[in-house]
């Protein structure tokens, strides 16, 4: 693009964002308001627990029955193998039921499906939603007609379970589990801080948490209750599951089909998520080298705006949630780099390096590095990381999340706010031999890293508008000071 025409480029895309969120603002206030409304949370407890504690503890059912109420955990979790004189015990302390079943595909679901009675739900576990395939439509049928709910699990994947979301959409209640594999050596606090997180941050609206072996009954309900009384201070209240506030009448979610169609807002997004870092990028490139501040924050500026209208264009029912979700985010974190990488490289550069007699073994390694490099950038990435977060880290990810209220992200705060201001400050300066690697456009790539993982923020749509401002915020804040820091340690480096 020549650089007459780049402010006209410019213009024209501010004009086209601001057309765009200008339409699809009334969904963001939307959302705003529904999650305002929506403070209500509910405990469950598998009854297979129950029974098991019942019989180590020498207790009665009843009496169980009774502590539970206390947390208060309000439904309980039921398979057609419990006996109706049981089930009439448990509806007589005013207990909600989830009917589960261990799925095979092609099983009849009527045994549950039989039991069900008005504002109960269906709980399938294993790789299978109940009734799937053939059964599905009966499922739908009796939720419907019953008013029942079905939660959506986070993280949680099994055939049917979409159609099953998308045909009682109004029915859908937002859900977390703590496994009973997650719970054989207790981690209170770390349960705590991960429960709480599932509820304010990412519209959980249904816990169900297994009982741990390594905690006797009282314990495990002491735990629960504490757990409420940290949800009852942040403004929740634990009660049985009802319905979202997203589906009431006056959230109409688009006067127009094109804004309630999902594909053209996934469509807008993907645009707005690829090329603002990439337009960043060019942009800095163009404007003069020595206001190396005034660039990052512009360029931060730009990501956090860019971020409010990717907000805007996800608030819907179905991504918050989690009935649809948003593709593609792997080639939004990794095509803004390499489109990045060219625009920075020279001409010369590029002439030289397409002439350049590359030997196999150079190949091979600057393909292995990096391969490596981008596999765990990828890889790290997401909700569920193919690379696990390790205990220590997660206890260091809820100080942080406690002590600013927003936990600021690694990607932004550690990598990619500090190499894009250092790498900045070397282009200022003229410092090194002006090769792509050491001139500052190699930490300038980097550095797209913290951009792209703003607009990345912007796209958890079942969190709070204010709180990814918030953690955006905070990354920019402590990536300029550690920014800052590198920048002084090189000084001294170099006046020694």
Same mark, same amino acid.
């Given at each position: 693009?020549?650089?007459?025409?780049?402010?006209?480029?410019?213009? %024209?895309?501010?004009?086209?964002?601001g057309?765009?969120?200008?339409?699809? *603002?009334a969904?963001?206030?939307?959302?705003v308001?529904?999650?305002?409304?929506?403070?209500?949370?509910a405990?469950?407890?598998?009854?297979?627990?129950?029974?098991?504690?019942?019989?180590?503890?020498?207790?009665?059912? $009843?009496?169980?029955l009774?502590?539970?109420?206390?947390?208060?955990?309000t439904?309980?979790?039921?398979?057609?193998?419990?006996?109706?004189e049981?089930?009439?015990?448990?509806?007589?302390?005013?207990?909600k039921?989830?009917?589960?079943?261990? +799925?095979?595909?092609?099983?009849?679901?009527?045994?549950?499906l039989?039991r069900? +009675?008005?504002?109960?739900?269906?709980?399938?576990?294993?790789?299978?939603?109940?009734?799937?395939?053939?059964?599905?439509?009966?499922v739908?049928a009796?939720?419907?007609?019953?008013?029942?709910?079905?939660?959506?699990?986070e993280?949680?994947? +099994?055939?049917?379970?979409?159609?099953?979301?998308r045909?009682?959409?109004? +029915?859908?209640?937002k859900g977390h589990?703590?496994?009973?594999?997650?719970?054989?050596?207790?981690?209170?606090?770390?349960?705590?801080n991960r429960?709480?997180?599932?509820?304010?941050?990412?519209?959980?609206?249904?816990?169900?948490? =297994?009982?741990?072996? %390594?905690?006797?009954?009282?314990?495990?309900?002491?735990?629960?209750?504490?757990?409420?009384?940290?949800l009852r201070?942040?403004?929740?209240?634990?009660?049985?599951?009802? $319905?979202?506030?997203?589906?009431?009448?006056?959230?109409r979610?688009?006067q127009?089909?094109?804004?309630?169609?999902?594909?053209?807002?996934?469509?807008?997004i993907?645009?707005f998520s690829?090329?603002?870092?990439?337009?960043?990028?060019?942009?800095?490139?163009?404007?003069?080298k020595?206001?190396?501040?005034?660039?990052?924050?512009?360029?931060?500026?730009?990501?956090?705006?860019?971020?409010?209208?990717i907000?805007a264009?996800?608030?819907?029912?179905q991504?918050?949630?989690g009935i649809s979700?948003?593709?593609?985010?792997?080639?939004?974190?990794? *095509?803004?780099?390499?489109?990045?990488?060219?625009?920075?490289?020279r001409?010369?550069?590029?002439? =030289?390096?397409?002439?350049?007699?590359?030997?196999?073994?150079?190949?091979?390694?600057?393909?292995?590095?990096?391969?490596?490099?981008?596999?765990?950038?990828?890889?790290?990435?997401?909700?569920?990381?193919?690379?696990?977060?390790?205990?220590?880290?997660?206890?260091f990810?809820?100080?942080?999340?406690?002590f600013f209220?927003?936990?600021?992200?690694f990607?932004?705060?550690?990598?990619?706010?500090?190499?894009?201001?250092?790498?900045?400050?070397?282009?200022?300066?003229?410092?090194g031999?002006?090769?792509?690697?050491?001139?500052?456009?190699?930490?300038?790539?980097?550095g797209?890293?913290?951009?792209i993982?703003?607009?990345?923020?912007?796209?958890?749509?079942?969190?709070?508008?204010?709180?990814?401002?918030?953690?955006?915020?905070?990354?920019?804040?402590?990536?300029?000071i550690?920014?800052?820091?590198?920048i002084?340690?090189?000084?001294k480096?170099?006046?020694?």
């Open positions: 693009m020549k650089v007459k025409a780049f402010p006209f480029f410019i213009l %024209g895309w501010f004009v086209f964002s057309f765009i969120l200008y339409l699809f *603002l969904s963001l206030r939307q959302k308001e529904a999650q305002r409304l929506d403070r209500i949370v405990f469950e407890i598998d009854f297979q627990d129950i029974q098991a504690f019942a019989s180590r503890e020498n207790k009665s059912l $009843t009496d169980l009774k502590s539970i109420q206390t947390i208060p955990a439904v309980i979790s039921l398979d057609a193998a419990v006996a109706p049981t089930e009439k015990i448990i509806r007589s302390f005013g207990f039921i989830l009917w589960r079943g261990y +799925q095979e595909e092609g099983s009849s679901p009527v045994p549950i039989k069900i +009675q008005e504002e109960d739900g269906v709980l399938a576990y294993g790789d299978v939603a109940l009734g799937f395939p053939i059964y599905l439509n009966e739908v009796k939720l419907k007609k019953e008013k029942g709910v079905l939660p959506l699990f993280f949680s994947s +099994q055939d049917g379970s979409n159609f099953l979301a045909s009682l959409e109004s +029915q859908v209640i589990c703590l496994q009973g594999r997650e719970v054989l050596n207790p981690q209170i606090d770390l349960w705590k429960l709480v997180r599932a509820v304010k941050f990412r519209w959980v609206r249904l816990l169900a948490i =297994r009982l741990s072996p %390594g905690l006797n009954w009282q314990e495990n309900i002491d735990f629960q209750k504490s757990t409420a009384d940290l201070r942040s403004g929740f209240t634990i009660r049985e599951p009802v $319905t979202s506030p997203l589906y009431k009448p006056e959230f979610w688009g127009f089909p094109w804004e309630r169609n999902l594909k053209i807002r996934i469509l807008l993907l645009i690829i090329f603002t870092p990439v337009i960043g990028i060019a942009v800095i490139n163009q404007l003069p020595q206001n190396y501040f005034g660039s990052f924050l512009g360029f931060s500026i730009f990501s956090i705006y860019s971020g409010f209208i907000h264009l996800g608030s819907h029912p991504f918050i949630l979700s948003i593709p593609g985010i792997k080639i939004q974190l990794l *095509l803004p780099l390499l489109m990045g990488f060219i625009l920075l490289m001409k010369e550069e590029i002439a =030289r390096l397409l002439k350049t007699d590359i030997k196999i073994w150079h190949a091979l390694f600057a393909g292995g590095v990096g391969f490596a490099l981008i596999g765990i950038y990828l890889m790290r990435s997401g909700n569920a990381p193919l690379i696990p977060v390790l205990i220590e880290e997660r206890h990810r809820d100080f942080l999340e406690n209220g927003a936990r600021p992200r990607k932004e705060f550690l990598i990619g706010h500090p190499a894009l201001l250092v790498g900045l400050w070397l282009r200022s300066k003229g410092i031999n002006q090769s792509f690697m050491s001139d500052g456009r190699f930490l300038m790539i980097v797209m890293i913290g951009q993982s703003i607009l990345n923020s912007f796209q958890h749509i079942h969190s709070s508008f204010f709180l990814e401002q918030l953690r955006s915020l905070h990354g920019i804040w402590l990536g300029l550690i920014g800052f820091a590198i002084l340690v090189f000084k480096w170099k006046e020694n």
